[in-house]
């Protein structure tokens, strides 16, 4: 970003290889090998990781320089409600889908109760399948975002240091 001066351009590049592995982990959820799906997720992070900085920096570069702070404060906090907010309905989501498709789940309250059980064929198969639709889940999720920071105006960064009365240090 420093160099190009171009800070959309990581992830207008990260975000569709995350999308991408996600729809290869729902589309091959069945069948897929723990190593490759170790290396998709990686993809995912690699991809999901060059968002985060860069919202900052688009959200920074936006603002006043009297103004950073808040900013930043609440681009934090709406990170760590989105974060506890995706993992609840992400949870909800699969232990509902798990509770409907393997029978006898239905008394499960969380994934640990499922790894303390032996699962036969079938079992794992459905489990397998409720992990599909998660990952197809949030990989329509990350379309979503980046089909919003697609529409973030791309601005010059800002550069030299600014002093706390938002004028330009000599």
Partial sequence: VTWTGNYKQPPAIGLPLAVLALAILAWEAEAI???AASVLMAFVGAGIGTFFPVSMTAV???VDPADMGAVTGALGFSR??????????ASALLLSLIAAWVPGAGH???LQDLVRQPLDEAERVAIAQAFGVLFAALA???LLCLAVFSRVAGRELRSGAVDAAGEGAE
């Fill in 33 to 35: 090998s723990p190593l």
């Fill in 60 to 62: 920074q570069n936006a």
């Fill in 140 to 142: 329509g999720v990350l």
């Fill in 108 to 110: 499960i309250e969380g």
């Fill in 80 to 89: 760590s409600l989105g974060g506890a907010v995706a993992v609840a309905a």
